[in-house]
């Protein structure tokens, strides 16, 4: 295969993200397909034994195996990795699956983990159930505030672990701060950036070192398939991550790989007309509801970093209505946007998360994360605003607001 880009990055690499979004990480076969080729193997085949011997033995150039490497795995990882400005990247099954590698590759017995307070429910699992399981101690803070970053470290911390904007609460973690004090304590940011993706977020240009992801959301941007991402240095990917990896299996299909690397050609149009669409009807309902949790406008408490950090404000916000039922209202009210817990599609989305995403952990765990049990999350679409404003509207009446 033909790569266009691979090897000799020197090119590719001075093009600008419009450009790697539809054109970094194209390998081409000896057909010279336009669109990138789907490889549906497990497996490949040598000339000699000579060959296969030499490429197990890291002396030749070439796949295996695809629990190691893949052609249209390895072309979504490319192109990942040339948006976020990464050295290199490995592709996962899932979000999670993109979390618990990024965290078990690199911890063991005896490390410790700072951890921010609002997170992904399955992310705080990770936190609060996995890694005390292996005799990895974590702590929990507030990630908005600074000073509980410093003011948490010992002398075994190993990572620190964080989501910015983060689900379902919006908060914005100081990337430049955060990723600086754990560079000068030798501790190694995992950046969970699914909320943003590096169309609007870039954590790596802010120091962080490993930027993990759900591309479930975002990236792939229509709803289909289950993928993850976990981009750093060529160093970690390949001493730190890959050994675990390999051996433990958390691959991508290749199918889902090549879905999400035809996603990834749009994400920057997407993402922001998204962004648009939801810093407009945030802006509809503020006011109109007790309050608002979007960092696209000037009442987040963050608002400015956010700006600072990010090209534009996302496409997911949070809303806090009077209890469950009145939240429930809203939803059952609603004719255009669909009651779902999925986020990042084209599609607008709203949930409930004390009864849904954050159903599991229990009242008491889901105060202390700011989830309250009137709280809404909403990811704005690519619909009309006018439509997505009616209906908003609408439901917002039926509910009393
Ligand atoms: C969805 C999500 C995940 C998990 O991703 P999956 O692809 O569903 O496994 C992790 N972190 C955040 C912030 C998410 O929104």
């Not at 600008?16 to 789907?38: I, K, N």
């Not at 990630?143 to 470290?153: F, L, P, Q």
């Not at 509207?393 to 039926?398: I, P, S």
């Amino acid at each position: 295969m033909k790569k266009t880009t691979g090897t000799d990055r020197s090119i590719t690499r001075n093009w600008r993200p419009a450009t790697q979004a539809v054109r970094g990480g194209t390998w081409r076969s000896e057909h010279g397909e336009t669109s990138e080729a789907l490889f549906l193997t497990s497996g490949y085949t040598f000339h000699t034994a000579g060959e296969v011997a030499a490429r197990f033995a890291g002396e030749a150039e070439g796949m295996t195996y695809s629990r190691l490497q893949n052609p249209t795995v390895a072309m979504l990882e490319e192109r990942i990795a040339l948006l976020e400005g990464a050295e290199a990247c490995r592709a996962q099954a899932s979000g999670m699956a993109a979390m618990t590698t990024a965290l078990l590759c690199q911890l063991q017995t005896g490390d410790h983990v700072v951890a921010a307070r609002a997170a992904f429910g399955s992310c705080r699992w990770l936190v609060d159930n996995l890694l005390p399981k292996f005799g990895i101690e974590t702590t929990v803070i507030d990630s908005a505030v600074n000073e509980e970053w410093d003011a948490a470290i010992r002398p075994n911390t190993k990572v620190f672990f964080f989501e910015s904007p983060a689900n379902p609460t919006l908060d914005i973690v100081d990337l430049e701060c955060v990723c600086g004090l754990a560079k000068s304590r030798g501790i190694t940011t995992v950046v969970d950036n699914a909320f943003a993706t590096a169309a609007l977020q870039r954590p790596i240009e802010f120091g962080a070192d490993v930027i993990a992801y759900s591309a479930t959301k975002l990236m792939d941007g229509q709803g289909r398939v289950l993928a993850g991402a976990v981009c750093g240095s060529q160093e970690f990917i390949d001493e730190v991550l890959l050994p675990f990896q390999r051996n433990t299996g958390p691959n991508i299909a290749p199918f889902n790989a090549w879905v999400v690397h035809k996603g990834l050609e749009t994400l920057s149009l997407r993402a922001h007309k998204q962004s648009e669409n939801s810093l407009e009807l945030g802006k509809f309902i503020e006011g109109r509801v007790p309050r608002i949790l979007h960092p696209g406008l000037e009442s987040h408490p963050r608002h400015a970093l956010a700006m600072k950090q990010m090209d534009a404000c996302g496409p997911i916000f949070s809303f806090i209505v009077d209890g469950r039922e009145q939240a429930h209202a809203i939803l059952d009210a609603l004719e255009l946007i669909d009651i779902s817990n999925n986020i990042g599609d084209a599609r607008s989305l709203m949930c409930h998360p004390a009864s849904t995403t954050h159903a599991n952990m229990g009242p008491e765990a889901r105060e202390e994360m700011g989830i309250p049990e009137g709280m809404l999350r909403i990811n704005v679409g690519l619909e009309d605003i006018e439509d997505l404003k009616e209906d908003m509207d609408r439901a917002l009446k039926a509910a009393g607001l």
